[in-house]
C-alpha cells in the first residue's frame, strides 16, 4: 500500500555489559579506564531498532534504511564487523566521543543535523527509530530530541510493536507503567519510534548482507567529519561505582522445610 | 534566582499518580532550599481532583491545560501544554514526575524551548544556593553527582526518593490556560490499553516484594525432564499469594523466541535488568536465575535480597544477596505456598 519509508535509525556502540567500569577524569570530564580498549557492542536497544527497521523495509518495497551512528570512527568500524551481517543498512558515521557522559542535548543537535544532510532522505516517508535508552547515559531522551529538531510531532517512546495498517496508518504499542500497553494509531509518516525490545530475535550473521553493507560502510567511515561535543554546561562534582557488595550468607545442607520458614517470616516480616 | 515549576499529568481517573505526588514534596522542599517559592503546572482531562491533592504544598500560583484533547498521553499535543504551562511560570528548574508520558514529551520539550533535561534523577539537593543532582549512568553502575548552567533545566524524578505528598491544608485558585492545537496534533490518536500476550497482571510497580523467576525453571531438572506447567503453577500460586511482582531474567524470556518451553504469563515487560527494567521493591526473591551482572543492575534499587539457586558459586553468592539458599527452587517454593496458605 505504502511506497515506502525511509526508515533512519540512530544507534551507537556501548561498553559490553560484562567488562568492569571504573571512571577516571578526562580531559574533558568524566571519562571511563581504558575507554578506547573495552570491547563494545551496538547499543542493545538500538539493535533491535535495527532489526525491526530491516524487518519493516523488507515488508514495505520501496523502503530504505540507514543508520547514523556518532561515535570514535576506529571503534565503530570494528562494530561493522558483526552488525553489517545482520540487516541491510547504508551508514552514516558522525566521528565523536560515545561515551555516557557526553550531553544528550548536544549529540541529539548533531545527529539532527546528519540526518538533515542525508542525500536524497525524504522527509515526508521519514520514520526515525533508535533505541528507548542507551545503556552509557540511560537518558532515554536523544530519539525524541533528535524528532523535535527535525520538526516531527509523532512521536512513541518504548515501542513493542509498529504495524502499518491496509490504509497506510501506522498502528503502535507503546510500554507504559504496571506491565500495560498503550495503544495508538497514527495516521502515517513522519513519525519518532524510540524502540524497546520490539519482537524480532537478534538476525543471524548473514555474510551476503556483510558484503553488500561494506560496499557503503567503508567509503562513510572513510569521510566520516570530526564532531564536537561538549559538557561545558555540566558540572560533575562526582562519579564513582557505588559500594556494591553484601556481605552473602551461604545457606547450605538445610532441610527445605526450614529454608521455606525462613523465606516466609522473612516475606511477611 | 531560580523559578520553580511542577509539572505534573493526571491518570484517567483524574488523580495524580504516587511518583506526582512525591516530586509534589521535591519541589517544596527544594524550593524552601533555594529560597524562593515555586508554582504548579497541570495537565489532563479533568483537574479538580488533582486540585484537591495538591491542597497545602505551599505553591504560590496554580496554572491548568485542562480538556478531552489533553485527556490522553500523545506527544502532539502534551508539547503544546508543557510548553505553555513552562512559558507561563516562566520557570527556570522544572519538576517532572518520571511516568511514561512525560518521559515520551518531556526531551521535545527541552528542545523547543531551548533547555536541558535530565531524567532518572534519583536524588536532588542545593548545596551553597546551587542546585545538584544526582543520576546513575551506564545502566546503574557509575553513580554521579553534577549541576548544570544552562537554564530552563528538566528533571524528571523517579519514584521512591521523596515521601508521598498528603494534600493537607488550604487550597489555591487555578488559572486555565487556553492551548489550541492544530490539525496536525491530531494525527495520533490514542486507541486505548492492553496486557502483554498474557491475561495475568503480573507487573505491580507499588509490591513490597519483587519475585524474580530465572531460567532455571524451565530447565532439565534432576529427573532429566522439563517442568513447565509445575513451573506455572507454582509462581503464580505464589504471586496470587503474596500480591508480589514478577520479575523475568532475559534467558526465560527470550525462550520463547527460540522455541523452547516457556512460562504463558512471561513477557519481556518482565525482564529485569540491563535491557530491562530496573524496579524499586523493598524485597526481592530471585529463584532458578544466575544473577550474572547484565541481571543484578537491575537490581540497584531492591533492598533487601535474597535468592535460592542450585548452584553455590552462582552469581548472588559474590556479594550479590544477602542471602542464598543453595536447595531446589521447585521444593522450596512448594513449601514456602504451602506456608503462605496455612
Ligand atoms: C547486552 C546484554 C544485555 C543483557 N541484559 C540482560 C537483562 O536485562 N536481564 C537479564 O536477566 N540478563 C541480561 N543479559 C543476560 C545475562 O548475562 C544472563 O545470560 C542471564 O541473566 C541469565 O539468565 P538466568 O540466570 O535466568 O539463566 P541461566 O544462566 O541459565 O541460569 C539458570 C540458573 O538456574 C539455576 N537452577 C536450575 N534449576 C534450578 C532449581 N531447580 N532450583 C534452583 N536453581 C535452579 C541454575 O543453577 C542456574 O544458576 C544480558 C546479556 C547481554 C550480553
Given amino acids: 500500500m505504502s511506497s515506502g519509508f525511509h526508515i533512519v535509525v540512530c544507534g551507537s556502540l556501548v561498553p559490553d555489559p560484562l567488562q568492569t567500569l571504573e571512571p577516571i577524569q578526562g580531559p574533558q570530564g568524566p571519562a571511563l579506564k581504558n575507554e578506547a580498549m573495552l570491547p563494545v557492542i551496538l547499543d542493545p536497544w538500538a539493535g533491535h531498532a535495527l532489526y525491526e527497521a530491516a524487518h519493516l523495509a523488507k515488508n514495505n518495497s520501496g523502503s530504505k534504511v540507514w543508520l547514523v551512528s556518532l561515535g570514535p570512527k576506529a571503534k565503530l568500524q570494528q562494530l561493522m564487523m558483526t552488525i553489517a551481517q545482520k540487516a541491510p543498512f547504508e551508514l552514516v558515521v558522525l566521528d565523536g566521543p560515545a561515551s555516557g557522559f557526553v550531553d544528550a542535548f548536544e549529540v541529539a543537535q548533531a545527529l539532527a543535523s546528519a540526518i538533515e544532510k542525508i542525500p536524497g532522505l525524504d522527509k515526508t516517508k521519514l520514520l526515525l527509530f533508535g533505541g528507548c535508552a542507551s545503556a552509557s547515559r540511560d537518558a532515554g531522551v536523544t530519539v525524541q530530541m533528535v524528532g523535535e529538531r527535525l520538526g516531527i510531532s509523532n512521536q512513541f517512546l518504548a515501542v513493542d510493536k509498529l504495524e502499518v495498517q491496509g490504509d497506510g496508518s501506522l498502528k503502535i504499542l507503546e510500554r507504559i507503567e504496571g506491565g500495560q500497553y498503550q495503544i495508538s494509531r497514527c495516521a502515517g509518516a513522519p513519525a519518532v519510534f524510540a524502540w524497546a525490545t520490539g519482537n524480532l530475535p537478534e538476525p543471524p550473521n548473514n555474510p551476503q548482507v556483510g558484503m553488500m553493507n561494506m560496499r557503503t560502510i567503508m567509503p562513510a567511515l572513510q569521510k566520516a567529519q570530526p564532531v564536537q561535543i561538549s559538557t561545558n554546561d555540566i558540572s560533575f562534582s562526582n562519579v564513582e561505582v557505588p559500594k556494591q557488595l553484601r556481605k552473602t550468607r551461604v545457606v547450605k545442607d538445610v532441610p527445605v522445610d526450614q529454608i521455606a520458614r525462613e523465606i516466609v517470616e522473612w516475606i511477611k516480616g | ?342
Fill in chain 2, 1 to 342: 534566582m531560580e523559578t520553580v515549576l511542577y509539572l505534573a499529568h493526571v491518570q484517567h481517573d483524574g488523580t495524580l499518580p504516587r511518583v506526582a505526588l512525591e516530586t509534589l514534596t521535591a519541589a517544596g522542599e527544594i524550593s524552601k532550599n533555594l529560597s524562593t517559592s515555586f508554582v504548579i503546572g497541570l495537565v489532563g482531562g479533568d483537574l479538580k481532583k488533582a486540585e484537591a491533592q495538591v491542597r497545602g504544598s505551599g505553591a504560590s500560583k496554580m496554572f491548568g491545560v485542562q480538556g478531552e484533547e489533553f485527556s490522553h498521553s500523545r506527544y502532539s499535543s502534551d508539547i503544546l501544554a508543557v510548553e505553555a504551562l513552562v512559558r507561563k511560570a516562566n520557570a527556570t528548574v522544572i519538576l517532572v514526575p518520571a511516568t511514561s508520558r512525560f518521559a515520551r514529551v518531556l526531551p521535545g520539550a527541552a528542545v523547543r524551548l531551548n533547555g536541558r533535561i535530565d531524567t532518572h534523577v534519583s536524588g536532588i539537593k542545593v548545596t551553597g544556593g546551587k542546585l545538584e543532582i544526582q543520576r546513575w549512568y551506564y545502566r546503574q553502575r557509575l553513580v554521579s553527582t553534577f549541576s548544570r548552567a544552562v537554564r530552563p533545566w528538566f528533571l524528571l524524578v523517579d519514584s521512591g526518593i521523596f515521601p508521598t505528598w498528603e494534600g493537607k491544608g488550604a487550597s489555591i485558585p487555578m488559572e486555565i490556560l487556553k492551548v489550541d492545537l492544530s490539525d496536525s496534533a491530531n494525527k495520533t490518536e490514542v486507541l486505548g490499553f492492553e496486557s502483554p500476550s498474557s491475561s495475568t497482571q503480573t507487573i505491580r510497580p507499588d509490591a513490597k516484594l519483587l519475585f524474580v523467576a530465572g531460567a532455571g525453571w524451565t530447565k532439565k531438572q534432576g529427573d532429566g525432564k522439563t517442568h513447565p506447567k509445575e513451573a506455572e503453577a507454582i509462581i503464580l500460586g505464589f504471586l496470587s499469594k503474596t500480591q508480589a511482582s514478577l520479575g523475568s531474567s532475559k534467558s526465560l524470556v527470550d525462550q520463547s523466541s527460540e522455541g523452547e518451553p516457556v512460562l504463558g504469563f512471561m513477557s519481556h515487560l518482565n525482564q529485569v535488568g540491563q535491557t530491562g527494567s530496573t524496579p524499586r521493591h523493598p524485597k526481592g526473591l530471585s529463584t532458578c536465575c544466575h544473577g550474572e551482572e547484565p541481571h543484578v543492575v537491575g537490581w540497584r534499587f531492591i533492598n533487601e535480597r535474597r535468592a535460592v539457586n542450585l548452584d553455590p558459586n552462582c552469581g548472588w553468592a559474590q556479594g550479590k544477596t544477602d542471602v542464598l539458599y543453595v536447595a531446589d527452587a521447585f521444593q522450596v517454593m512448594t513449601k514456602v505456598n504451602e506456608l503462605l496458605n496455612s
